[in-house]
């Protein structure tokens, strides 16, 4: 799953420690997903679109694997 939240986050020019504040979880599991090791729960892909004022689908994508 790609997703784009490195780009969200330099737009805003908050870093990881700060989104993951923001959605209560650790700024390891920011990274984790903005490295596609992790796939976030649906309530977290929620929360990190809501942080960005975006939907979950401008924030995560499908890859053709998937």
Do not use: C, G, H, W
Request: net charge negative; charged share 30%; no cysteine.
């Amino acid at each position: 799953m790609k997703n784009t939240i490195r780009i969200e986050r330099a737009i805003l020019n908050i870093t990881q420690a700060d989104l993951a504040e923001r959605i209560k979880v650790s700024r390891q599991t920011i990274n984790a997903i903005e490295s596609n090791k992790y796939i976030p729960s649906t309530v977290l892909a929620l929360k990190i679109a809501r942080e960005f004022n975006k939907s979950v689908e401008d924030i995560f994508e499908l890859d053709e694997s998937d």
